[in-house]
């Protein structure tokens, strides 16, 4: 399967490994990857293979009214879905409006699918704007990526547009009080000459002492499932996969894998 892009603001809902019947919002423009990061394993692509000139951000009202039109839809149908989950062709937490987009999709929610969940899959890479966060603690499902807590291994996996210190990023994961899901993506391969594998020893390490700091409410572990950008990565074997989940377990850490 091929890398793809989002080419609505409301799209699905489909089956989320993690999330069930997943009814997602896309905050970028359906034309191309718009994002902070330039992950080798995004199912987007890369941030260069579309053009961004002449992009369009959708606007709030936009989005509110194209969320509201299909949630009627599926109200009427019978079909609700598990979660509303802001994913997309990039980082959701760019868009200038977050905060009163989240506002406006509690509303809508609580009206009409009162029983779903609100999950941001976020990179957390805007956890310093006090609004953002703000934001983030009023959904169900603040559901925030920690990749490694080394930062070698986060320059090449994610390869951010704006370097983030590591000690920087836990502490702002650890300002959520343990109410957010971190993600973590498992890969092995090799990218640019550098070796890559996130399941080491040396990383699992230094990954279970953040995640003890920032203490979750859930962590969700996974491995690739389409196509990368970068052609030299593979799958993390379900094994391996299973033993981070006992490692976490051990520490009384609830644990979702999606091999």
């Known amino acids: 399967?091929?890398?793809?892009?989002?080419?609505q603001i409301v799209f699905g809902p489909v089956k989320s490994r993690r999330l069930?019947?997943?009814?997602?919002?896309?905050?970028?423009p359906t034309g191309c990857k718009y994002c902070n990061f330039d992950c080798i394993y995004c199912e987007c692509g890369w941030n260069t293979d579309h053009p961004i000139k002449g992009m369009h951000l959708p606007k709030r009202k936009e989005i509110a009214e194209a969320l509201?039109?299909?949630?009627?839809a599926l109200s009427e149908n019978g079909h609700l879905p598990d979660a509303i989950t802001f994913a997309g062709n990039g980082e959701p937490t760019i868009?200038?409006?977050?905060?009163?987009?989240?506002?406006?999709?509690?509303?809508?929610?609580?009206?009409?699918?009162?029983?779903?969940v609100i999950s941001v899959l976020s990179n957390a890479t805007m956890l310093h704007k006090p609004q953002v966060v703000k934001a983030l603690q009023k959904v169900d499902q603040p559901i925030l990526k920690l990749d490694s807590a080394i930062a070698q291994t986060i320059e090449i996996?994610?390869?951010?547009?704006?370097k983030i210190p590591v000690s920087k990023l836990i502490a702002q994961l650890k300002s959520f009080n343990g109410k957010c899901i971190i993600q973590t993506m498992f890969v092995q391969g090799d990218y640019l000459g550098h070796k890559i594998d996130n399941t080491t020893p040396k990383e699992l390490d230094a990954w279970m002492q953040a995640i003890m700091e920032i203490n979750p409410m859930q962590v969700m572990i996974y491995t690739i499932d389409r196509d990368t950008p970068a052609k030299t990565l593979q799958k993390v074997p379900e094994?391996?996969?299973?033993?981070?989940a006992h490692m976490l377990e051990k520490q009384h850490i609830d644990v979702q894998i999606s091999a």
Do not use: W
Not at 1 to 7: V, Y
Not at 20 to 28: P, R, T, V
């Open 239 to 244: 094994a391996t996969l299973k033993s981070i």
């Open 68 to 72: 509201e039109q299909k949630l009627k």
């Open 157 to 162: 996996l994610n390869q951010p547009v704006k």
């Open 20 to 28: 069930g019947e997943s009814l997602g919002i896309n905050l970028l």
């Open 1 to 7: 399967m091929s890398t793809f892009l989002f080419d």
């Open 95 to 116: 868009h200038p409006d977050f905060p009163g987009i989240i506002d406006d999709t509690i509303n809508l929610r609580n009206r009409y699918a009162p029983k779903s």
